[in-house]
């Protein structure tokens, strides 16, 4: 189990999260700019893992030594699990991702929404298989979450139906 050792660390990795998801919403605003051939897909989720992978390694404290960390684990069953999951993880689902933006019409901000409702399956998911105990008030906000991109959608469909119709 990981223990919060300060507050300032609380804070700092609540700053780093909020910056991430606005530097993550810019990719499918940006992907309209692009050509819609899938080739432009596959180069921009490429390049967009390839400089989160070189960042990690950048800002570890000592690089070589991280990565001669996961030359090592990669020689054990847990490493390969972790691998196989980075790859569904990572890649093929920003690749995935990429797709749904411009085959949805341009619509990046459903496409959006869909995506980040990742931490929904997250959730479930550490309950199956890692049987991890939620508390109540994650059961709460897994179910207020889920509602919300449920009523999103339905909100979203029922707008362009009657967008159609005038």
């Not at 780093?16 to 897909?41: E, K």
């Not at 049987?131 to 897994?142: C, K």
């Amino acid at each position: 189990m990981f223990i919060l050792r300060s507050r300032r660390e609380l804070l700092t990795g609540t700053g780093i999260g909020v910056i991430s998801a606005f530097m993550y919403s810019l990719a499918p605003l940006l992907i309209i700019f692009l050509d819609t051939r899938a080739l432009n897909s596959f180069i921009l989720a490429t390049v967009q893992e390839f400089v989160s992978w070189i960042l990690v390694v950048c800002l570890t404290n000592k690089p070589l030594k991280f990565l001669k960390q996961i030359w090592k684990n990669t020689k054990s069953m847990l490493g390969m699990i972790v691998i196989i999951a980075g790859i569904f993880g990572g890649p093929i689902a920003q690749v995935l991702y990429i797709l749904s933006i411009q085959l949805a019409a341009q619509m990046s901000a459903t496409a959006t929404v869909l995506v980040n409702i990742a931490p929904i399956f997250t959730t479930l998911l550490s309950r199956l298989l890692l049987e991890e105990r939620l508390s109540f008030i994650a059961w709460v906000g897994l179910l207020l979450t889920s509602l919300a991109v449920i009523g999103l959608e339905l909100f979203d469909k029922l707008l362009l139906s009657l967008i159609k119709q005038y």
